[in-house]
């Protein structure tokens, strides 16, 4: 267990429907990170941040956003859904701003849209 | 932007043998190097890195190396068990950047 808590699991939605993804950091961790993990593009960064503020921003379209709270949960929004849009969303954390060998990852949220 | 990708799709293995799982990468400013190993059902989990001034690197039981002349970077496995079964990935840093780019994935089939 990384400590990195994603909910839900699994989620079914309807195209054009809009959903939230959550994301409760390991304790003590300030960056959240958010990945997109589809069979044709593999894990794509969307975006980072960092005790409330975002950071980095990456391959992330303008139908999805994303905060995060001040006890430091994070929230990834998802709106205008399309089918393309099915994929499996990480969600990392880490102390400090890197990502690399400090950040940990939850265990994904699989988004089905039909 | 620049790429990281992975010259096998699928590399099968029988237990107790070592494994090579190669990683091509395009930029050459890449400086920070990261193997991942992501069982089924579960996020990516960090296995070692290795920084661009170095060669080599070992833990425990897996070796990455890096060949920064052909932008070439393999992570071995020794004696190979059937728990190794997973996609691992390669991913990069560069610039500064903090955030990995990833490549996209070889899965590992250990047979019994």
């Known amino acids: 267990d990384s400590g990195v808590t994603q909910t839900p699991k699994h989620l079914i939605t309807a195209t054009g429907q809009r959903v939230t993804l959550r994301c409760s950091p390991r304790?003590?961790?300030?960056?959240v990170y958010w990945y997109q993990q589809s069979l044709d593009q593999g894990l794509q960064f969307l975006i980072q941040y960092y005790n409330g503020e975002e950071r980095a921003k990456g391959n992330i379209l303008e139908r999805f956003s994303a905060q995060q709270f001040p006890d430091l949960h994070s929230e990834l929004n998802l709106s205008s859904l399309e089918l393309g849009d099915s994929a499996l969303y990480f969600c990392?954390?880490?102390?400090?701003?890197?990502?690399?060998?400090?950040?940990?990852f939850g265990q994904g949220t699989r988004l089905t849209v039909v | 932007g620049e790429s990281v990708g992975l010259h096998l799709p699928t590399l099968s293995v029988q237990e107790g043998d070592n494994s090579i799982i190669n990683c091509a990468y395009s930029n050459s400013a890449s400086d920070y190097f990261i193997w991942y190993k992501q069982e089924s059902g579960k996020g990516p989990q960090f296995i070692i890195d290795i920084r661009s001034n170095m060669d080599k690197r070992q833990g425990q039981r897996v070796t990455v190396l890096l060949n920064k002349t052909v932008k070439h970077l393999s992570l071995q496995i020794a004696a190979t068990q059937p728990g190794d079964s997973a996609v691992y990935f390669c991913?990069?840093?560069?610039?500064?950047?903090?955030?990995?780019?990833f490549g996209r994935g070889t899965s590992l089939i250990v047979h019994p």
């Open positions: 991913a990069e840093t560069s610039g500064g950047s903090y955030i990995p780019t």
């Open positions: 304790s003590g961790d300030l960056s």
């Open positions: 990392a954390s880490s102390v400090g701003l890197k990502a690399g060998a400090e950040a940990f």
